[in-house]
């Protein structure tokens, strides 16, 4: 082994990471073979007293700004009327129709109720803390992404309160908690954690899609996909039970999305490299043999001949056969008895035309 300083170059054999140091590497590096796997940005675990203040206070900070909120009455009806308009006029499904459709079997409705009240705030509080103890690496950025999702659902409370279908009993809604049960929310008048004028943004799809975007991202069985079924489930109880709109929903995936991109990009992986890095020794090199300071000059060789090419051109052997003057010895004896002969030829078939 040899230490290396950070910056030396090294041109040796590839760097040597023990098994341990590799495989805690191996956990932190995120797996880009599937499309799910890039929104995620593993970390390490937090520590457990740290992370209880952390809920606590985000718990605080919520339940504060629900009861700031719930004290819009007014304006939070006008704006449930509004949102309600702007659903007709954008052709979104009538939620009427979804709660009708429920309210013909009562098992339906019931289950539908007991979904709503039972399934959202433990069903997330229990992946979080499978998440925390199974999957370490990635609970933080889910639970960062949770947070900022829920403190700008907050945001929205406060700034434009709405109430919630079952409230507006003039449109033909059912309360179905308060005639079927069970009921989760008391009289609207009091000051619960449960603020009943803040039907945008629907918390409920928000959070069980995060939930399903969790399980698929950090789970390799092929049954993950079945937590498809929660935020699907999750938005059809919300609306068959009157609590929500169809636009509630599709503001909070807004801010889950929104929510997503800025955790990856705030917690995008840095790689720290250390002063000293063990690297494996390069094998020693052969000496070369010492050369010479000077090299003796190149040896003049003679130019080869090039070959003479003698045409063939059977169509017309007078251009081939060469000219005899008077008085000139032929080079070719033979040549020049074959030339005169075909001269001779040529002389009486001008004379036969």
């Known amino acids: 082994m040899v230490i290396c300083r950070r910056g030396d170059h090294h041109t040796g054999p590839a760097v040597a990471i023990t098994g341990r140091a590799s495989s805690r590497d191996a956990d932190r590096v995120p797996d880009h073979s599937r499309g799910w796997r890039r929104i995620a940005v593993p970390g390490e675990r937090p520590r457990p007293l740290l992370e209880l203040v952390v809920i606590a206070v985000m718990f605080g900070a919520y339940k504060l700004g629900r009861i700031v909120a719930a004290k819009h009455v007014g304006t939070a009806f006008d704006n449930a009327y509004v949102v309600w308009d702007l659903e007709r006029l954008l052709r979104l499904p009538d939620e009427l129709s979804v709660q009708a459709l429920m309210m013909h079997n009562t098992i339906v409705i019931k289950s539908a109720n007991v979904y709503y009240a039972a399934v959202h705030f433990p069903a997330t509080a229990a992946f979080l803390i499978w998440l925390y103890l199974r999957r370490p690496g990635d609970y933080l950025w889910i639970r960062r992404t949770l947070a900022l999702l829920t403190a700008s659902g907050l945001l929205v409370h406060l700034a434009i309160p709405v109430a919630p279908p079952r ?76 609590n929500h709109f169809w636009l509630d929903g599709m503001v909070a995936l807004s801010l889950l999305a929104a929510s997503l991109i800025v955790v990856r990009s705030l917690s995008e992986p840095r790689v720290d490299v250390p002063d000293f890095v063990p690297v494996l020794a390069s094998p020693a090199v052969r000496e070369l043999p010492d050369l010479p ?59 036969d035309r």
């Open 293 to 351: 300071n000077r090299m003796p000059p190149p040896q003049r060789r003679p130019r080869p001949r090039r070959p003479v090419r003698t045409p063939v051109f059977g169509a017309f052997p007078l251009l081939v056969q060469p000219l005899v003057l008077p008085g000139q010895p032929a080079a070719n004896g033979s040549a020049s008895a074959a030339g005169g002969e075909d001269l001779a030829d040529v002389a009486g078939d001008r004379r």
């Open 167 to 242: 409230m507006l009993s003039a449109l033909g809604f059912v309360d179905t908690a308060a005639v079927y049960g069970p009921a989760v929310y008391g009289p609207p008048n009091q000051n619960t954690l449960a603020d009943q004028y803040a039907a945008m943004p629907s918390l409920h799809i928000g959070w069980a899609v995060m939930v399903a975007i969790g399980i698929i991202a950090t789970t390799r069985t092929r049954w993950r996909w079945l937590a498809v079924l929660h935020p699907i489930a999750t938005t059809l109880v919300v609306i068959g039970t009157a």
